[in-house]
């Protein structure tokens, strides 16, 4: 939290202002990069976000086994317009009837997808995630790799699905983020 140098600059938990200021990491450029997924799947959004989809489950490449890997749910970042062509984009064939065989994840989305896109995603690092197999095996033997607060950058239109971020990178950046983790089995 930042101070303002304002003299009645008070604190209140849970409300807003302008006297104080979250700063998080990933709001500070350079700490880390963004990453290339793709969406596989999705929920269906409640509240002002209901009848879009959010949010989307995003999964990283492993060439070496061919599948698709999740990393992450991200649902900011997006405008309105967006997920309006978001629901159209994935309709019809690109809605799978069920998850395919190459989706490796814990995770059960309202529904599954083609991996047709790709976009860029940031958040603020990395972490060891139960329900997540990016990099599975690779840095700790049962649990995957996940990206905390991940947010949309934008669509990569450059590259196909593929293309996106490998498994070996997203275990790589893990090892080289500032923040270091214990990832020994027992945790």
């Known amino acids: 939290m930042v101070k303002s140098l304002d003299v009645d600059a008070g604190y209140t938990p849970s409300k807003r202002s302008d006297t104080w200021l979250k700063v998080k990491r990933d709001y500070v450029e350079g700490l880390n990069d963004s990453l290339d997924l793709v969406p596989i799947g999705a929920w269906h959004g409640n509240g002002r976000k209901a009848g879009w989809y959010s949010p989307f489950?995003?999964?990283?490449?492993?060439?070496?086994?061919?599948?698709?890997?999740?990393?992450c749910r991200v649902m900011s970042g997006f405008s309105d317009s967006f997920y309006i062509e978001m629901k159209e984009f994935f309709s019809g064939d690109r809605i799978l009837a069920k998850k395919p065989p190459y989706y490796q994840t814990g995770e059960v989305p309202d529904m599954w997808f083609s991996p047709e896109l790709v976009w860029a995603i940031r958040g603020a690092d990395f972490t060891v995630s139960p329900v997540h197999h990016a990099a599975i095996g690779l840095v700790h033997p049962?649990?995957?790799?996940?990206?905390?607060?991940?947010?949309?950058?934008?669509?990569?239109?450059?590259?196909?699905?593929?293309?996106?971020?490998?498994?070996?990178?997203?275990?790589?950046?893990?090892?080289?983020?500032?923040r270091k983790m214990d990832v020994s089995v027992g945790n």
């Open 57 to 71: 489950l995003m999964a990283c490449y492993n060439p070496d086994t061919e599948d698709f890997q999740s990393v």
């Open 142 to 178: 049962s649990r995957g790799i996940s990206i905390r607060f991940p947010r949309f950058i934008c669509s990569v239109s450059a590259r196909k699905p593929e293309e996106c971020s490998a498994a070996t990178d997203i275990a790589e950046m893990f090892h080289s983020q500032t």
